[in-house]
């Protein structure tokens, strides 16, 4: 099944919740593109929808920066996850997955706005009455997502690239709305947390996850006592004592 095959026969009931990014009118799917009246076209490369429109702005635009930053570092990776009973362990084993994955809807249609490598998009994806769409700006994240989407056969979650200020959804579209350590990294959360609201239907449920100075205390002072007593910790550390064999660090 190729990739355009493959995206429609999961999201087929779900073709009429997409809109353009730039315009905001119907999109029909047609092979291997997304098709605008007004002739805007968004691809699908390798199962993943090209919906990335960039933000008009002068100076310093973040979203573009963040984009940089996890194009060339890509996280959370799967290298300790070789199947989906991995994957549904870890995840069993954090308890906000847990607790999300016991709570949510059945038959929800679901967005995770900033789903980097996609473990969560995957994992709720795994019970057979949801519909997850995950989206980021990331292609390397992306490919990550939809490598073990594909591998594993996880049809109910599709993946695609997208600016959060610029979705390709029409207003109303979602039961529940995920994202979680996403708006702070953009150049205005709170405008950015009012595109998501529109996109969700009325007495949807929404969580959003930010960081905060006093959340961070405890990293920091991990990364203190790591920079002190750095041979210790490589020692204790599995995934550092093999970075260590392959960099020699």
């Known amino acids: 099944m190729n990739s355009a095959e493959a995206f429609k026969s999961c999201f087929s009931?779900?073709?009429?919740i997409f809109a353009s990014p730039l315009h905001g009118d119907n999109l029909a799917f047609s092979e291997s593109r997304f098709e605008g009246k007004q002739g805007d076209s968004y691809s699908l490369i390798d199962n993943i929808a090209d919906f990335y429109v960039p933000e008009e702005l002068q100076g310093n635009n973040v979203t573009e920066t963040v984009k940089g930053f996890y194009e060339e570092k890509p996280f959370p990776n799967y290298d300790d996850i070789d199947n989906r009973w991995q994957l549904q362990e870890k995840a069993r084993l954090s308890a906000f997955a847990s607790m999300l994955d016991a709570q949510l809807p059945k038959g929800a249609v679901i967005l995770e706005a900033?789903?980097?490598?996609g473990q969560?998009?995957?994992?709720l994806a795994m019970s057979p009455w949801r519909r997850v769409i995950g989206g980021d700006l990331s292609?390397?994240?992306?490919?990550?997502?939809e490598d073990f989407r594909s591998r594993f056969e996880i049809n109910n979650a599709a993946f695609l690239r997208m600016n959060i200020f610029r979705?390709?959804?029409?207003?109303e579209s979602f039961d529940v709305i995920i994202s979680n350590g996403v708006l702070h990294h953009t150049r205005d959360a709170k405008y950015?947390?009012?595109k998501l609201v529109e996109k969700l239907k009325p007495n949807g449920l929404i969580i959003?996850?930010?960081?905060?100075?006093?959340?961070?205390?405890?990293t920091l002072v991990r990364r203190a006592f790591a920079q002190k007593n750095r041979e210790w910790v490589i020692f204790f550390d599995v995934h550092l004592?093999?970075?260590?064999r392959e960099r020699k660090i």
Do not use: H, Q, V
């Open 208 to 218: 959003i996850g930010l960081y905060n100075s006093y959340a961070r205390i405890p």
């Open 241 to 244: 004592r093999k970075l260590k």
């Open 167 to 171: 979705m390709p959804f029409k207003p």
């Open 114 to 117: 900033g789903c980097g490598t």
């Open 120 to 123: 969560l998009s995957n994992y």
């Open 139 to 145: 292609n390397s994240s992306l490919r990550l997502a």
């Open 192 to 194: 950015a947390f009012t």
């Open 13 to 16: 009931e779900l073709e009429g």
